[in-house]
């Protein structure tokens, strides 16, 4: 049964007492964070007070959803291949990379991906990323997914595919059970995915290697399909991480 939709949370911090079952949760093995951005407020755009007034007031605070992955996806979301060449504002610079929303509406077009005014809960599943550039944790930012929008009723829109801290949980929240698939996410973050490369920086096409489940994957990462509690890890360059974690711990409710 499809779930009571609800607006998209305040694009902010956690707060003490708000949705505590999201605060970072500890994963099997011992992958640190390493990226200094990682835990930093992004700019004060995001301190819509008005927007968030409202978000608040509409009984976000505090909800913990139950995923509804059970349901059978029908269909791809995406149709077609992504054309890295031609997605505008892809990031070229090393990893830490920024959540990278200014871009983001006009890259959407071509991810079969949506601005919506809330979060649409009839299909909801999370994955969890880790990432590493030359061995090294790369953060994966909040907000990725997650713009301001005049046009928007809450001054806020937000896609099927985003994050929500820099837990490394990928949500997806749709209105109808369709295959998302892990270059979606990528093409919104603006950091390219392919078979060979991760990034576009130099060096991002070098020794590139993946895992799902701690079980090593051949082909290309953009075509996974995201199912739930996948763990995901991608390893570009060299050394390779020693430890590749197989599971990760979500909390309650996911």
Known sequence: MAKKARAPKPPRAPQSGARTVQAPQKRSGSSPRTSSSGGSRRPLYWALGIVGALLVAGGIAG???ASSGKSKPEGYALRGAISWTDLPGLQTSKPPWS??????????PSLGLQALAQEQLAFHIHQHLDLYVDGQHVSVPRYIGIFPDQS???GVSITEVHTHYTDGIVHVESAKALK???????GEWGVRLTSQCMGSFNGSCTNLRWWVNGVRQHGNPAKLVLKPHDEIAISVGRPVPSHIP???SFPQGY
Request: net charge positive; aromatic share 16%; proline share 4%.
């Open 63 to 65: 909800i913990v959803v």
């Open 180 to 186: 998302y698939v892990l270059g979606q996410f990528f």
């Open 246 to 248: 197989s599971s990760y």
């Open 99 to 108: 959540a990278n929303t200014a871009t983001l509406p006009a890259r959407l």
């Open 152 to 154: 928007s009723q809450t």
